[in-house]
């Protein structure tokens, strides 16, 4: 069943403070508009996004979650934005495992002096995760196992 047209996702946003955070806070100051969707969490690095974070955000009732951090090579920990890049690439995997399509999963590389890119990302998540609707699944499913 296709989504209404009214269906406004919630979409939890973990954003690198080194780069996508403030790729964010530029886009507000130059009052560039996009969707209010994301709620946005900082987080020291992308290497530091725990995969249980994403699984919380979905239980707690996100439709969406979107991981953003430094450009490779830019990482102010050396490589923490590649080894998220490698987790998400299991955790995509993981969702569709457990029945959640894994477009509702997005990452991205947004540095801080790039806010229409944030500001064209932001739409574009949006847009993925409208598309599929809201998400039941896993909170539904995790509500029978406790
Ligand atoms: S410091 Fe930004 S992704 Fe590591």
Redesign the pocket.
């Known amino acids: 069943m296709p989504p209404s047209e009214n269906f406004e996702p919630r979409i939890a946003a973990f954003f ?5 955070y403030g790729g964010a806070d530029l886009a507000g100051v130059s009052r560039l508009q996009y969707p209010p969707n994301i709620r946005a969490v900082r987080i ?5 996004m725990n995969p249980n974070f994403i699984l919380q955000a979905f239980r707690l009732g996100a439709d969406g979650v979107w991981v953003s ?2 450009h490779p090579g ?8 590649m080894f ?1 890049r490698r987790r998400f690439a299991v955790m995509k995997r993981l969702l569709e495992y457990v029945g959640l399509e894994p477009d509702r999963l997005q990452f991205s ?1 947004i540095s801080s002096a790039e806010a229409s890119k944030f500001q064209q990302t932001v739409t574009e998540v949006t847009a993925a995760v409208k598309a599929l609707g809201p998400s039941q699944f896993l909170r539904k499913n995790l509500a029978e196992v406790a």
Do not use: E, F, L, V
């Open positions: 690198c403070n080194w780069c996508t020291p690095c992308t290497g530091r951090g430094c830019d990482c102010h920990y050396i490589a923490g934005n998220a590389w």
